[in-house]
């Protein structure tokens, strides 16, 4: 923990976490579910910071908390998908030093709806913008970020840790002359720049494609099926270290 302390207190950039399930590690004889790892990912460095196991997807919340009290968070960026929007995660973060940009789905109530009504309200003044288009294997992808700083109301209605801005990412793929489009809305405690915005919330990807991708593609671990003891959790954490740069 003390090596991940001073790390961390050098980091000037984006922390993402994430969870990952080692789907192989399970025993149906016993009925033991399959280990559950929660990662802490520096997305620039491509560096694991820390982890914390557990034998539940659903136990993941309280592990982010463990695992953020184990690093210094000043200065740096904490990025997490919805299952930690969470008013206690989201004050921790703050407490520690750090700043969060956390994806808002619906499991906060009527949170999500309020601020998707409020940001596609067209007779709002328009917010600063930035557009990102990228192409590859195929697809083409064009990412638009947006901020919008006027949360008085939200702060009213929903009284949430730190918030100073909502921002909306909007992202669009064409595949094989197929188009989807997907929104996305995070909780920010400080305000972003449109660019800087866009940066991050494509950073908080960086933990599926330059950790967990590799894990299960290079290393196979979803198809090792180490489950006796502490076996999983201990052959995970070498894999892992085989990933340091």
């Given at each position: 923990?003390?090596?991940m302390?001073r790390?961390?207190?050098?980091l000037?950039g984006?922390?993402?976490?994430d969870?990952?399930?080692?789907?192989?590690?399970?025993?149906?004889?016993?009925?033991?579910?399959?280990?559950?790892?929660?990662?802490a990912?520096?997305?620039?460095?491509r560096l694991?910071l820390?982890?914390?196991?557990?034998?539940?997807?659903?136990?993941?919340?309280?592990?982010?908390?463990?695992l953020l009290?184990?690093?210094?968070?000043?200065?740096?960026?904490?990025?997490?998908?919805?299952?930690s929007?969470?008013?206690?995660i989201?004050?921790?973060?703050?407490?520690?030093?750090?700043?969060y940009?956390i994806t808002?789905?619906?499991n906060?109530g009527?949170?999500?709806?309020?601020?998707?009504?409020?940001?596609?309200?067209?007779?709002?003044?328009?917010e600063?913008?930035?557009?990102t288009?990228?192409?590859?294997h195929?697809?083409?992808?064009?990412?638009?970020?947006?901020?919008c700083?006027?949360?008085?109301w939200?702060?009213?209605?929903?009284?949430?840790p730190?918030?100073?801005?909502?921002?909306k990412?909007?992202?669009?793929?064409?595949?094989?002359g197929?188009?989807?489009?997907?929104?996305?809305?995070?909780?920010?405690?400080?305000?972003l720049?449109?660019?800087?915005?866009?940066?991050?919330?494509?950073?908080?990807?960086?933990?599926?494609?330059?950790l967990?991708w590799v894990?299960?593609v290079?290393?196979?671990?979803?198809?090792?099926r180490?489950w006796k003891d502490?076996?999983p959790e201990?052959?995970g954490?070498?894999r892992?270290?085989?990933?340091?740069p």
């Amino acid at each position: 923990m003390r090596f991940m302390e001073r790390f961390a207190q050098g980091l000037d950039g984006v922390i993402a976490i994430d969870g990952k399930t080692l789907r192989g590690s399970f025993d149906r004889a016993s009925g033991q579910s399959p280990l559950h790892m929660v990662h802490a990912w520096a997305t620039d460095q491509r560096l694991l910071l820390g982890q914390i196991a557990t034998d539940a997807k659903s136990n993941e919340i309280t592990s982010v908390q463990k695992l953020l009290a184990m690093l210094s968070l000043k200065g740096c960026i904490v990025t997490a998908d919805a299952m930690s929007c969470q008013r206690a995660i989201c004050a921790q973060i703050v407490e520690q030093g750090g700043d969060y940009a956390i994806t808002l789905k619906g499991n906060q109530g009527s949170l999500h709806d309020d601020a998707r009504l409020f940001l596609e309200d067209p007779d709002r003044p328009a917010e600063a913008t930035h557009t990102t288009v990228d192409a590859d294997h195929g697809r083409i992808e064009t990412r638009t970020g947006s901020v919008c700083t006027d949360i008085g109301w939200a702060q009213d209605q929903h009284a949430w840790p730190g918030l100073a801005a909502i921002e909306k990412m909007v992202r669009t793929r064409e595949i094989r002359g197929k188009t989807t489009m997907e929104t996305s809305y995070y909780f920010l405690n400080t305000p972003l720049s449109a660019p800087r915005f866009t940066e991050v919330a494509r950073a908080q990807w960086g933990i599926e494609n330059g950790l967990h991708w590799v894990l299960d593609v290079t290393m196979n671990e979803d198809r090792k099926r180490n489950w006796k003891d502490h076996g999983p959790e201990n052959i995970g954490l070498l894999r892992r270290l085989a990933l340091r740069p």
